[in-house]
């Protein structure tokens, strides 16, 4: 992967996560012509550990309930719980990507379903694990279905 490549974050691929598994946020270049706070760029393997908390995004495999399995990617954090809303993880599909954690924003499961090509009851929950080590550990979770901030500001699982 060229060093010199620039992405925004939003537009990764599959074929992007497999040539570079780690990708950092450019947030020293966010000035430069065409480039802002999505803007990524290829992150050297051997420099991957959980003081990055937040600065890059690290290829993953996610295993759906029915066991297919499909590519993405989240952002280490350096916090044990594995707070999903902290990691974003993210399923590539060629559709577009797959966020579960919504925050205040509207879930829109009609089309994650579409872009997943799968019906609710074989999607979750979802194994994920990156396909690297990050400080010679696992780094893996579930997701129990889409989350997003109920109006008590309490994570609430949607699954419809």
């Given at each position: 992967?060229?060093?010199?490549?620039?992405?925004?974050?939003?537009?990764?691929?599959?074929?992007?996560?497999?040539?570079?598994?780690?990708?950092?946020?450019?947030?020293?270049?966010?000035?430069?012509?065409?480039?802002?706070?999505?803007?990524?760029?290829?992150?050297?393997?051997?420099?991957?550990?959980?003081?990055?908390?937040?600065?890059?995004?690290?290829?993953?495999?996610?295993?759906?309930?029915?066991?297919?399995?499909?590519?993405?990617?989240?952002?280490?954090?350096?916090?044990?719980?594995?707070?999903?809303?902290?990691?974003?993880?993210?399923?590539?599909?060629?559709?577009?990507?797959?966020?579960?954690?919504?925050?205040?924003?509207?879930?829109?499961?009609?089309?994650?379903?579409?872009?997943?090509?799968?019906?609710?009851?074989?999607?979750?929950?979802?194994?994920?694990?990156?396909?690297?080590?990050?400080?010679?550990?696992?780094?893996?979770?579930?997701?129990?279905g889409f989350l997003a901030?109920?109006?008590?500001?309490?994570?609430?699982?949607?699954?419809?």
């Amino acid at each position: 992967m060229d060093s010199s490549e620039r992405k925004q974050v939003y537009e990764l691929t599959a074929d992007d996560l497999q040539k570079c598994p780690a990708w950092e946020f450019a947030i020293d270049e966010e000035g430069d012509d065409g480039q802002d706070e999505a803007t990524v760029r290829p992150f050297p393997l051997d420099q991957i550990d959980e003081r990055l908390d937040g600065s890059i995004v690290v290829a993953a495999v996610f295993e759906l309930a029915n066991g297919t399995s499909l590519p993405g990617y989240l952002t280490p954090r350096d916090d044990p719980k594995l707070d999903l809303a902290n990691v974003q993880p993210q399923i590539v599909t060629p559709e577009g990507q797959v966020m579960f954690w919504h925050g205040r924003c509207p879930v829109q499961t009609e089309k994650s379903y579409k872009m997943l090509d799968r019906e609710s009851r074989t999607v979750f929950p979802i194994r994920f694990k990156t396909i690297v080590p990050i400080d010679n550990r696992d780094y893996s979770g579930e997701i129990p279905g889409f989350l997003a901030l109920g109006d008590d500001f309490e994570t609430v699982t949607i699954i419809k």
